[in-house]
């Protein structure tokens, strides 16, 4: 079990140092002159050459690189050129209300997507199973920055249910309508994937012979379908963490929420690179790390996976 | 229900159909079969409409359309200046600029469409070669081209995107290209699992041994089995890649400005829902029928060419 | 009239020596290592020109694998394998491909041997191309191979599922002709088939045999089919050779226990009142991770004595052309025709 930890984890730095040699790169790959932005319109050449030598572009890109890496080592993530202060710590404050949200999202997944999947396979072919089809097909389909103003515009607009947007006291009445909509599109996966698993567990030999000895449907169902086929889209649900964290961009916009993907949004309208390849790389981070967790918590569970 | 028996893509398969009271079998053709089946599956089949009418409309375009998706009418707004609501001249309204909403819709599907396929086509391409290659060489080349692919697949696709295009300049080439570079990894991965598995089997093996190139075993022996899953995938990586470039174009990230894309219909939109709703809902009931339909599509295609299909995330 | 019998010394195609495959297991992700598979332990036999050798044994005996590492489908661990006095366990790829024409196989699934998606005729001419033959030539190439197996030039355009097992198994002889080789390794390659089938395989392999001066190298469990189509049989237990010899020794002396228990398994249409008293065999084949000491076979040997419990027979020479591995078995004298 330990070799295998350790080799994930050696898998996962190898991964983590290729994400930030890209962010580098694409970084790097910026047409204009980052020392004039930041200097400001009407500065000075000198001016601009001294910022120019502070920040380091003047060194040849292996150096830089060398440097990059270095820095990243120690967590600083350079300088927002829009606000002045640290990437990172810009990030982590607006933290907080991102994963708010990111959790929000994961929990509608779950919550809608796993009931009307379960639905769905209860009767296959019934008016519930194509009721929750249909439901499932939709939301894979709908853009969700489209569904999030439909919702804005009947739920809080035209009916004043919920709050147009933005962040307030309380605050999950406000975060409501934008987790709802970043979930929906993870439900109908969910319902999808978890119809067709349980599908096809019920149809397996030994459930079979459980319904001919009598098991009554609802113990099949719930005692022996349900748990295996549930188990993968926990770590599923897991891994949407993980992306969520990294911005959930649209729907910060779409609602007017202050969280990490809005900033990061500002920060294209104005190339503040800094800050948006910082929150790219935190966000791959997020990623990764969910990643790991995921199937370091599936070779717990299953030991052939430890035997690879 | 077609998956026993000989493969439909065989190309000599042939099904007796009996037909009823002692009629002689009519022998079918695999299109037969496969338009047989596409009848017995409603929402497939409404799905395959729409995709058919997408690409008439893509095609013939500015033929269709009313009038020009750019010219600013000017009685194309109201004598305060808003956008007129559907009716008449304009059977969808127009939008603040005073342009036909219906001629930009249709001009937009050209658009999607294109970017759809043209970056879903690279995907797959890149996807394909990749996950081929690394699976049938096998050793360091598979070990770095994975690699490679979780290094990629370790970005938010989105948030990249909208970064790369940041970077490189928004337009319609940069929006494929960047799509299409973060999207293959989804399909390399599925290739390299199903060519692990192709390539234990036994005819392989025997091809091999026979002295054939790996060139020749992989294109012309994995690859035709790898056909079915590829048009799958493909056309569910069309449905996909819509919504991302739709995202893009909402994000004002997307083709730049006077190019009609239904994403940016929608931002446009947006900010004049207080009096204009049908600026924002329309343009979304079309993409929403457009994913739809290639999302019908492609599940029938993978009920139909290969059950065994793996699911892709 | 087959050149064994014929009593005329033919060229050695194909000498194996001290064969070795041996499979690391990886027990638990802690140590690396844990056990080796010796799936093949030491297999020493040769082929001559023309000659059917049969390779027989229960499953579990390392027969297939010999084949493949003869083939090098899979590297051998140790010992050599020497055709054209070259050793091809140890050949490069360039050498490899070339090798590749003098020794081909033909393989037990006849369903999953030729690919579906091919046209007969498409997997018969890659044979063909390996041999070099022209673009405008191939097709009639591929006419004359498969009539040379009894199938009409017409069959070229069908696909495999279009044809049934004993059809398959004559194209992948087809396929494996094709480049001209002159050994032929049959995996099992009549096992899958029903046994009137079999019997028309069995033949066209040996009339292709005679009229090619093919050598075949045949693998089966089946006795009986070893006994219709060999000329020599070597009888493998547990990754070695356990006894080797021609027809008439293995099947009407037979020296080693094991070979008498699995002649004893083979059904004979014989009155009961004939029936010899039969040694039935108890227990399975043991895991070759770790095979018992001395005689592999001592545990299920009814007559395994002290010493097979303690030394590793060596396969000896216990009469002309006859070797056995099996304390119990007495030596052929020093002077005597091989």
């Known amino acids: 079990m330990m070799a295998y930890l350790l080799r994930r984890l050696g898998w996962m730095f190898v991964i983590l140092f290729g994400v930030a040699t890209v962010t580098f790169f694409v970084a790097y790959m910026v047409p204009g002159d980052p020392a004039r932005m930041i200097a400001g319109p009407g500065a000075s050449a000198a001016t601009i050459d001294s910022i120019r030598h502070q920040l380091g572009l003047d060194q040849p890109i292996a150096r830089q690189y060398l440097d990059y890496m270095g820095r990243l080592a120690s967590g600083n993530l350079g300088i927002s050129f829009l606000h002045r202060v640290p990437v990172l710590t810009a990030i982590f404050q607006r933290l907080g209300t991102t994963a708010l949200i990111a959790l929000g999202g994961v929990f509608w997944e779950l919550a809608i997507g796993i009931p009307v999947g379960i639905a769905a396979a209860w009767k296959p072919k019934s008016i519930l199973d194509r009721a929750g089809t249909a439901f499932a097909l939709l939301g894979l389909s709908a853009p969700p920055f489209w569904l999030g103003l439909l919702l804005l515009y009947y739920l809080a607009f035209q009916h004043s249910i919920f709050p147009l947007g933005g962040v307030g006291h309380p605050l999950l009445w406000y975060l409501i309508l934008p987790t709802f909509t970043l979930g929906i599109g993870g439900a109908a996966w969910y319902t999808r994937m978890l119809r067709s698993s349980m599908l096809e567990i019920l149809r397996s030999p030994y459930m079979q012979m459980a319904r001919a000895k009598g098991m009554p449907s609802r113990i099949l169902l719930f005692r022996h379908a349900m748990p295996n086929a549930v188990i993968p889209l926990i770590t599923m649900a897991g891994m949407d963490l993980g992306y969520f964290l990294g911005g959930v961009l649209i729907i910060e916009v779409v609602f007017g929420i202050p969280g990490v993907g809005q900033q990061a949004w500002q920060a294209v309208q104005v190339l503040d690179i800094p800050m948006i390849m910082g929150t790219v790389l935190i966000a791959a981070v997020f990623i990764v790390l969910m990643n790991v967790i995921v199937d370091m918590s599936y070779a717990m569970f299953d030991p052939r996976i430890r035997y690879r | ?313 | 009239m087959r050149t064994a019998e014929r009593g005329v010394q033919s060229p050695t195609l194909v000498r194996v020596e001290d064969l070795k495959v041996h499979f690391p297991v990886r027990r638990s992700a802690f140590g690396r290592k844990s056990g080796v598979v010796r799936a093949v332990d030491g297999v020493s036999f040769q082929l001559s020109a023309g000659d059917v050798l049969g390779l027989a044994g229960e499953s579990g005996s390392g027969k297939t694998t010999v084949a493949r590492a003869m083939l090098r489908i899979i590297d051998p661990t140790g010992g050599r394998v020497l055709m054209d006095s070259m050793d091809i366990s140890k050949l490069g790829r360039a050498e490899l491909k070339r090798f590749r024409r003098r020794m081909q196989m033909v393989y037990q699934d006849p369903y999953d041997s030729l690919n579906p998606r091919l046209k007969i005729g498409t997997t018969l001419e890659e044979a063909l191309m390996v041999r070099g033959v022209r673009p405008s030539e191939r097709t009639n190439g591929v006419r004359l191979l498969l009539e040379r197996v009894g199938l009409s030039g017409a069959y070229a355009l069908r696909y495999p599922h279009e044809l049934s097992g004993g059809q398959r198994q004559r194209v992948s002889i087809a396929r494996a002709l094709g480049v001209e080789p002159s050994v032929i390794v049959c995996d099992e390659a009549v096992s899958s088939l029903d046994v009137s089938v079999r019997a028309q395989i069995l033949n066209l392999l040996r009339d292709l045999q005679e009229t090619e001066r093919l050598s075949l190298l045949f693998i089966s469990h089946d006795l009986s089919t070893l006994r219709f189509i060999a000329d020599r049989v070597a009888i493998m237990y547990l990754g070695q050779v356990v006894e080797i010899g021609g027809r008439e020794d293995i099947f009407d002396r037979p020296l080693h226990p094991y070979t008498l228990a699995l002649l004893a398994a083979v059904p004979e249409p014989v009155p009961r009142s004939q029936r010899r008293p039969v040694t039935r065999l108890t227990g399975e084949v043991p895991s070759a991770l770790q095979p018992p000491p001395g005689c592999r076979f001592h545990p299920r040997c009814p007559i395994a004595q002290d010493i097979c419990r303690e030394v590793v027979p060596e396969l000896r020479r216990k009469a002309a052309g006859h070797l056995a591995a099996c304390h119990l078995a007495p030596d052929a004298p020093a002077i005597g025709v091989p």
């Open chain 2, 1 to 313: 229900m077609l998956s026993s028996g000989p493969e439909l893509s065989d190309r000599s398969a042939v099904a007796p159909v009996s037909g009823t009271r002692g009629e002689p079998p009519v022998m079918l053709s695999r299109w037969s079969l496969l338009y047989r089946s596409l009848l017995h599956d409603p929402p497939a089949f409404a799905g395959a409409v729409v995709v058919l009418a997408l690409l008439i409309v893509a095609v013939f375009g500015p033929l269709l359309a009313p009038h020009s998706p750019y010219t600013g009418f000017g009685n194309g707004l109201s004598k305060i200046g808003a956008p007129l609501p559907p009716g008449g001249r304009f059977p969808l309204g127009t939008d603040p600029n005073g342009r036909d909403v219906l001629s930009r819709l249709i001009f937009g599907a050209r658009i999607s469409l294109t970017i759809g396929v043209a970056a879903n086509g690279l995907a797959t391409l890149i996807g394909l070669l990749v996950g081929l290659l690394a699976a049938y060489i096998g050793g360091w080349v598979d070990t770095i081209l994975m690699r490679l692919t979780d290094v990629v697949m370790a970005f938010p696709i989105l948030l990249f995107a909208i970064a790369l295009i940041a970077v490189t300049g928004p337009s319609e080439t940069n929006v494929i290209l960047v799509i299409a570079f973060l999207y293959w990894t989804y399909v390399a991965r599925v290739i390299h699992g199903m060519v692990l598995s192709l390539k234990e089997r036994e005819f392989v093996t025997a091809t091999r041994t026979l002295g054939i190139s790996g060139r020749r075993i992989m294109f012309r022996h994995i690859l035709p089995h790898l056909v079915p899953a590829l048009i799958v995938y493909f056309t569910l990586g069309v449905a996909s890649t819509i919504l991302i470039e739709a995202s893009l174009s909402y994000i004002g990230i997307g083709v730049p400005v006077p190019i009609p894309s239904w994403g940016q219909m929608i931002a446009q939109g947006q900010d004049y829902y207080q009096i204009a709703p049908w600026l924002f809902i329309f343009p979304g009931i079309a993409l929403v029928a457009t994913v739809l339909a290639f999302n019908l599509v492609g599940d029938w295609l993978r009920d139909v060419l290969d059950p065994t299909t793996p699911q892709r995330r």
